[in-house]
């Protein structure tokens, strides 16, 4: 007969549920109060920017060692420029995390007219590269001025609807003068025939009409009418619409418009979950066009893995977090729609970029912030990180804990000394 179990003793089976329900209530609780405390948005944003910065300069080292070293006898010309532009970034970054909210709305319009200037440039006399007309030569020096206008029509279109904030229960008031500004400035791009940043241009609208609460009936119009348009562009373009026809089965027209995207599936695919190891890519040998620019996510695949590239992901939904942490906090409207504006920006192109890589969708040159090699694209964006950064630092509560934090090491010092 089994000996019958004291009903006052409990079974090791419900202490050991016990201990484990106690364990993670534990890191619950730890995680709660590590997000609760001031400085958490802060440091979340300056930590993930830094990791970001440090794995695209390894990755650019990586990617284009080869076809530097073919173009100019060098493995690390295209890196140190990348070096120099990220020598520049954190500058501008450090600066745009300082000055005040009402220095940053005085530069709207500014910027926003010189933008235009640019962007209007760029149509009439740009440089084509790849198709596109997205390039304009000043001097020895090239820009790609839609990348500075992305920051331009954030800020922009933030600072109206701030002065708007009373009247934004109006139709019209919520749609003029924004909504005519922007597709001028998207009008400017399709001239010089970049689709993808077109599309961006069109999420930025879409995200600042959403965060100042347009009726759910304009966005389906113009999904509608973007659609439309889109599909007519791409017909009118012969190369733009095989790319299009392509990418649900790049192998179907593998030496032509499939070359990319099938060499970027090929790249991931060998990559595993560890990776081949950094410097191992094959790819970036010279079958992968575009390996340290739009396609450094292929190469970060191969040569990092599965882990590798959910760090990156990782990465951009934490600062994606903060930045939504820093939009729900604030008091001021001008931060709110200019930290979800910034938010959608980055997020959406990384989204596009990720895209393009795995074949979700067509190859439309849009490259991933902060990785990807170019000074044009870098700039804007370690300058709008650094805005939410600012805005981050002047929350309340964490500037009160960067007070005391300040309060006391002066105190440490002048003790000591």
Not at 21 to 46: E, H, Q, V
Not at 202 to 215: D, E, I, N, R, S
Not at 365 to 380: K, R
Request: hydrophobic share 50%; net charge positive.
């Amino acid at each position: 007969m089994p000996r019958p179990r004291l009903s006052g003793r409990p079974s090791l089976r419900s202490l050991r549920e016990a201990r484990s329900a106690a364990t993670r209530s534990g890191w619950t609780r730890a995680l709660k109060d590590a997000l609760d405390r001031p400085l958490t948005t802060y440091y979340l944003l300056l930590g993930a920017t830094a990791l970001l910065l440090t794995i695209g300069l390894i990755m650019v080292l990586s990617a284009s060692s080869v076809s530097s070293y073919r173009a100019t006898g060098d493995s690390y010309t295209i890196v140190k420029r990348q070096v120099m532009w990220v020598a520049l970034g954190i500058p501008c970054a450090f600066i745009a995390s300082r000055v005040s909210v009402r220095w940053v709305r005085g530069l709207a319009y500014p910027a926003f007219s010189i933008s235009l200037i640019l962007l209007g440039l760029t149509a009439l006399v740009g440089v084509e590269v790849n198709g596109n007309t997205n390039w304009l030569a000043l001097g020895p020096v090239q820009i790609q001025p839609s990348e500075i206008a992305k920051l331009s029509l954030v800020i922009w279109a933030s600072h109206i609807y701030a002065n708007k904030e009373r009247r934004l229960g109006n139709l019209h008031q919520m749609l003029v003068p924004v909504v005519p500004g922007m597709i001028l400035a998207t009008g400017l791009v399709v001239i010089g025939r970049d689709l993808g940043t077109a599309l961006i241009f069109f999420a930025l609208l879409v995200a600042m009409l959403w965060v100042v609460g347009a009726p759910g009936r304009l966005f389906v119009m113009a999904f509608l009418t973007v659609s439309v348009l889109a599909l007519a562009l791409a017909a009118t373009n012969p190369v733009r619409m095989a790319r299009i026809s392509s990418f649900t089965d790049p192998f179907r027209d593998y030496h032509s418009t499939g070359w990319q995207p099938a060499h970027g599936l090929y790249a991931m695919s060998s990559g595993g979950i560890f990776g081949e190891g950094i410097g191992a890519s094959q790819q970036k040998w010279g079958a992968l066009p575009e390996a340290h620019t739009d396609f450094i996510f292929a190469v970060l695949g191969e040569e990092l893995g599965l882990v590798g590239t959910l760090l990156v992901i990782g990465l951009f939904l934490v600062i994606a977090y903060a930045g939504l942490r820093v939009a729900r906090e604030t008091t001021q409207p001008f931060v709110r729609y200019c930290t979800f504006g910034i938010m959608v920006w980055l997020i959406g192109q990384m989204m596009v970029n990720v895209g393009m890589v795995l074949a979700m969708l067509p190859v439309i040159g849009i490259p991933l912030p902060l990785v990807s090699y170019g000074g044009s694209s870098l700039l804007p964006t370690l300058a709008a990180l650094g805005l939410v950064i600012g805005f981050a630092r002047r929350e309340p509560a964490a500037a009160r804990a960067l007070a005391q934090r300040r309060r006391a090491r002066s105190a440490g010092l002048s003790a000591r000394g």
